[in-house]
């Protein structure tokens, strides 16, 4: 995975950015939430030897199983 690859994917650098630390933030929660029962948030979606949410996050965006929503106006 390069980060030029995932950059290309998203369109855009700022974009890439926003993408993956929202991504980060639903896993890292997802982590802390396992003991307690809840089911809020998404699992991670591809098997990672990474245990860096971010990491995670960009494997996940380069492998097309983040869906990103385009809202400009």
Not at 3 to 8: M, N, S, T, W
Not at 34 to 58: D, N
């Amino acid at each position: 995975m390069k980060l030029e690859d995932v950059i290309d994917q998203i369109g855009n650098r700022f974009a890439t950015v926003v993408v993956a630390a929202r991504r980060a933030r639903q896993i890292n929660s997802y982590f802390h939430q396992l003991g307690v029962g809840y089911g809020e948030f998404v699992p991670p979606q591809v098997h990672s030897l990474s245990r860096k949410p971010l990491t995670i996050a960009m494997e996940e965006i380069s492998e097309d199983k983040v869906a990103v929503e385009n809202t400009e106006e």
